[in-house]
T-cell receptor
Framework: SQQGEEDPQALSIQEGENATMNCSYK?????LQWYRQNSGRGLVHLIL?????REKHSGRLRVTLDTSKKSSSLLITASRAADTASYFC????????????FGKGTKLTVNP | DAGVTQSPTHLIKTRGQHVTLRCSPI?????VSWYQQVLGQGPQFIFQ???????GRGNFPDRFSARQFPNYSSELNVNALLLGDSALYLC????????????FGPGTRLTVL
């Protein structure tokens, strides 16, 4: 079963706009990670945020984590056509398991 | 440095056949994980191996098996293929047990007819 649920399922914006994707999860986590996938190929790791962190930045990416609400958001600023992809959140659960538990993803389309 | 490599890229099989998928981790990485991604869904965890030992198994039938070799490469085997096994199979490697970031290969697209 899926741990995380991304929202929205699909998002279409214009180049230069900001894109915000949300992820909710069900059980306590060690960390939460965001991945990008282009055209059904391999996943690219974007950013990791640990359960004791609230916000992280990497270039045009900003991730927040609210463990009380069991939710995270990914903000992509000044989007580009090359950002068009599916974005997944994945959690590593507390308890020693190393596996990533993925949501269903948000499909982002950035129109030039 | 080369990333995670997987072979073959695409594969077409018929129901009841057997398939072997291969993965080479990033040089120096000792942990390999396998995921299945059905169209329109997120990846689902199948197996994780570290130092040639199975460290985790997802909710998949016994038709799925895997192993890790002394050079840390890995094979995923699926017996008695079903139509529902059609998916993208992803391999990921990480430096060691307990490290956070998993690096994914491009995947093997399996079609079962």
């Amino acid at each position: 079963s899926q741990q995380g649920e991304e929202d929205p399922q699909a998002l279409s914006i214009q180049e230069g706009e900001n894109a915000t994707m949300n992820c909710s999860y069900k059980t306590s986590i060690n960390n939460l990670q965001w991945y990008r996938q282009n055209s059904g190929r391999g996943l690219v790791h974007l950013i990791l945020i640990r359960s004791n962190e609230r916000e992280k930045h990497s270039g045009r990416l900003r991730v927040t984590l609210d463990t009380s609400k069991k939710s995270s958001s990914l903000l992509i600023t000044a989007s580009r056509a090359a950002d068009t992809a599916s974005y997944f959140c994945a959690t590593v659960l507390q308890g020693g398991s190393e596996k990533l538990v993925f949501g269903k993803g948000t499909k982002l389309t950035v129109n030039p | 440095d080369a990333g995670v490599t997987q072979s073959p890229t695409h594969l077409i099989k018929t129901r009841g056949q057997h398939v072997t998928l291969r993965c080479s981790p990033i040089s120096g990485h000792k942990s390999v994980s396998w995921y299945q991604q059905v169209l329109g869904q997120g990846p689902q965890f199948i197996f994780q191996y570290y130092e040639k030992e199975e460290r985790g198994r997802g909710n998949f039938p016994d038709r799925f098996s895997a192993r890790q070799f002394p050079n840390y490469s890995s094979e995923l085997n699926v017996n008695a293929l079903l139509l529902g096994d059609s998916a993208l199979y992803l391999c990921a490697s990480s430096l060691a047990w307990g490290t956070d970031t998993q690096y994914f290969g491009p995947g093997t697209r399996l079609t079962v007819l």
